[in-house]
């Protein structure tokens, strides 16, 4: 448990349609999020469109490489434009 807390999003920022953070990692790892997996989310690390992976069969995850790193995720509902 103690090692499953050593790599957590802080400063998280939430929204009705985005949640934003910093992590600080000392290797590659996966990110994985308690939010469920949708087509609508997408994720920018430090700025750059990245892919957003399926994890745990439900929840949404990001590899991540190692260093200090900016997760900036919003959702926009699919095929739903102005019309």
Same mark, same amino acid.
Do not use: F, M, Q
């Given at each position: 448990m103690d090692a499953a807390r050593e790599d957590v999003l802080q400063q998280v920022e939430m929204s009705?349609?985005?949640v934003s953070g910093d992590i @600080?990692?000392?290797?590659?790892?996966? $990110? +994985?999020?308690s939010l469920p997996y949708a087509p609508g989310?997408?994720?920018?690390? @430090?700025g750059e469109r990245t892919e957003l $992976? +399926?994890?745990n069969v439900m929840?949404?995850?990001v590899m991540l490489t190692a260093g200090r790193h900016?997760?900036?995720l919003n959702?926009?509902?699919?095929?739903?434009?102005a019309g």
């Open positions: 009705a349609n985005s @600080d990692l000392e290797a590659d790892k996966l $990110l +994985c999020l989310w997408h994720v920018r690390v @430090d $992976l +399926c994890t929840y949404s995850g900016r997760i900036e959702y926009r509902t699919p095929y739903l434009t």
